[in-house]
């Protein structure tokens, strides 16, 4: 037999106040005479020894009253056979898995609350210890303290569903920097709560569990489950035109074996719904649903992704943010600029440009930072800051496109396309070849894929000439070539950007490309890809989030809003770059809490952009751990206990006869008011 609180065993001195009272009677008597004592003499010794026998019935019942008293006040138990065990008087950390994956049901009650219900069952083991932990994917400042059984249930019961999932190697380490500072050298035993999903438990393989702690894993009872979630969304061309048919793409994935038919996707652009398609999707399979909407104003317009599925409803709805007909900035840098100005009259006649010229000569290289493309035409030679300035502009995402001039200088163009990344630039000699005729090009190109829908077909039924003036070797896109198979069009990626590099100039003397059907498509379309892809939503489980602002100062302040949510997430700018971390949930101050939406970014109470946010895929992932998997996992190491299931309704008993043995106090408390019911029994009807 072992006792939980040993130091009360020091109360069995108390014994010695009822001993010391009936060895020592101090009660003075007065002596009586009387005439014949003979009777009284029979009488006196028959009544003292009954009253000894009395007294000490009395002092039996007495100390063995305070013993059993004594001993139920330090718990004995007897141990268990369990090599295991459980240690009552050490430090106790308790992990409530409170991820968004628990909030699928089981007879109709949530995981979250089974998991609660049994925790609070667990609680009543400990119901007299100190050291308790609670730990949950919150990680906040008040996990960090230890304190009693009541105080834990009354934080259990404002638990809720945290936006940031952890893997368990992180629960661990989190719960290892309590015990190290709490309780460093003694015996601990940590419990986790989960539904152990796969997708954010991350490699258990790799978790190995200190020999000096044992830890219990309670695992629902799960099996993988349906659930539709969005996997991703992305429009059919780099932006929205407002007042025209635009197509968004949404794929959408089903994480269960069994299928989904007919299940209806909805599009709501600014909470109105302007689009529906019915997919079906194969157990864990996807599809892709087609929704066609326009949009009547510029600007940023909030978008929405809804469908029914239960039980896991966080992930029916997926937030994002399309901006609808931006500005398309053009910058047109010109030495030798053909008299019809082709270029100038190509995007000025069409809102959606803002088309600025200027002398290569003499003009202000900070005009390219906010430009989306650059055309040269008849630029002479490229040097110096304007060099720079361009390599600069293309390899952090800008489009550059290239008309030759008449005669190019070959030293300065030679290299400046081969920091581009296109080499092998050949001066054509004089006298120039004669005119070639372009072939037909490729509609099966993706660049192609909507000038043909726009052009007509008598306008490519006599295809352009050109006189080229240089010669390069084709990387990346031939998009157009001669009849002799050289390059007269190419898309190469240098970068984040673009290079499109034409073989010959603009002017009539050096082709007809500038007067026919395909030159305005053409221009078109490269200023259309220019358009950097609209990022239409961000996910809470990116470490860091990349977004373009403009004339941003080093020193600048950018808030996140949503309705009454303001923080100020870690940030810094990097160029035109704004880099900021999103804060995990023990990040936030008390109250707040991070919700799938809309954020507004702002500086100085200005209004600079609109974010949708996401929770992420992992969650959506509805496939669990088995029982049998964690002990396969955990086999080598014998401090890790795996249950089989937390509905075992013996659950708590299980553990207490496994690992704490079978407890004696109840005995001895009864056992304390049996004696003290046969005192009461004894000074009654024991009279004589």
């Known amino acids: 037999m072992s006792f939980l609180y040993p130091s009360f065993l020091f109360g069995l001195l108390a014994v010695a106040v009822p001993v010391a009272i009936h060895l020592f009677n101090f009660r003075r008597t007065r002596r009586m005479f009387f005439t014949n004592v003979s009777l009284l003499k029979t009488v006196q010794t028959e009544t003292k020894s009954f009253r000894r026998l ?107 569903f945290a936006h940031t999932p952890r893997s368990l190697q992180d629960v661990y380490r989190r719960q290892l920097n309590l015990l190290a500072t709490n309780n460093p050298t003694g015996t601990n035993q940590l419990f986790w709560f989960s539904d152990f999903q796969k997708s954010t438990a991350g490699d258990l393989a790799r978790l190995k569990i200190d020999t000096t702690n044992r830890l219990f894993l309670v695992p629902l009872e799960t099996k993988p489950t349906r659930n539709v979630f969005v996997d991703s969304v992305w429009l059919s061309t780099p932006f929205i035109r407002e007042l025209q048919n635009n197509t968004l793409n949404v794929r959408v994935r089903n994480s269960g074996e069994e299928s989904v038919r007919s299940l209806p996707v909805k599009l709501s652009i600014d909470d109105a719904q302007v689009s529906t398609a019915s997919v079906t999707l194969p157990g864990r399979g996807t599809a892709t649903a087609t929704l066609n909407f326009n949009v009547t104003r510029k600007g940023y317009r909030r978008g929405r992704i809804s469908f029914e599925d239960y039980p896991i409803t966080f992930d029916n709805n997926y937030y994002f943010v399309i901006q609808a007909s931006p500005s398309i900035r053009v910058v047109h840098l010109y030495d030798q600029k053909s008299g019809a100005n082709y270029v100038e009259n190509v995007y000025g006649n069409d809102s959606l440009f803002v088309r600025r010229s200027f002398s290569a000569q003499n003009v202000d290289v900070g005009q390219l930072k906010n430009a989306d493309l650059v055309v040269l035409e008849g630029v002479a030679q490229v040097s110096g800051a304007l060099r720079n300035e361009l390599e600069r502009f293309v390899r952090q995402g800008g489009s550059l496109a290239v008309f030759p001039p008449t005669n190019p200088d070959g030293t300065t163009w030679s290299s400046f396309f081969a920091g581009l990344g296109v080499g092998g630039v050949q001066m054509q000699g004089q006298p120039l070849p004669p005119v070639q005729p372009l072939s037909a090009p490729n ?126 997430p870690i940030q810094r700018v990097n160029g035109n770059q704004l880099l900021m971390e999103l804060p995990k949930s023990n990040q936030l101050s008390a109250g707040q809490q991070l919700e799938a939406g809309y954020y507004e970014l702002t500086l100085n109470d200005r209004t600079e952009k609109l974010m949708a946010f996401n929770h992420g895929n992992r969650e959506s992932q509805m496939d669990f751990y088995t029982p049998d998997e964690l002990r396969r996992i955990f086999a080598g190491q014998k401090n890790v206990q795996v249950f089989d299931s937390i509905q075992d309704e013996d659950f708590v008993e299980e553990l207490r006869q496994q690992n704490l043995g079978t407890n004696l106090w109840k005995y001895f408390v009864i056992a304390a008011l049996v004696f003290l019911l046969a005192e009461v029994a004894v000074i009654r009807f024991m009279r004589g």
């Open 54 to 160: 009395k007294h000490y019935l009395i002092l039996a019942c007495r100390s063995l009253f305070i013993i059993c008293l004594v001993l139920a006040f330090a718990q004995p138990f007897i141990p268990s056979k369990s090599k295991l065990g459980l240690s009552r008087s050490g430090l106790t950390s308790l992990y409530l898995d409170n991820s968004y994956s628990m909030q699928n049901e089981q007879n109709e009650k949530r995981y979250l609350d089974i998991a609660t219900g049994k925790l609070d069952q667990l609680l009543g083991l400990f119901r007299n210890a100190t050291s308790l932990q609670l730990v949950t994917n919150d990680f906040s400042s008040q996990e960090q303290a230890v304190g009693t059984a009541d105080a834990l249930r009354d934080r259990v019961t404002t638990v809720r």
């Open 443 to 568: 509609r099966q190109n993706p660049f192609f894929r909507d000038i043909f829908e726009q052009s007509s077909q008598q306008g490519l039924l006599n295809l352009p000439d050109a006189v080229p003036v240089w010669q390069w070797r084709a990387v990346g896109e031939r998009l157009l070539t001669l009849r002799n198979g050289t390059p007269y069009l190419t898309q190469s990626r240098t970068g984040q950007g673009q290079v499109y590099v034409f073989a010959s100039p603009l002017t009539t003397e050096y082709g007809n490309l500038a007067q026919h059907a395909l030159f305005v498509p053409i221009m078109y379309k490269i200023a259309a890809l220019s358009v950097r892809p609209q990022r239409t939503a961000f996910s809470f489980d990116d470490n860091t989030v990349e977004i373009p602002v403009a004339n941003a100062a080093p020193n600048a302040v950018y808030k996140l809003k949503k309705e009454k949510l303001e923080i100020i």
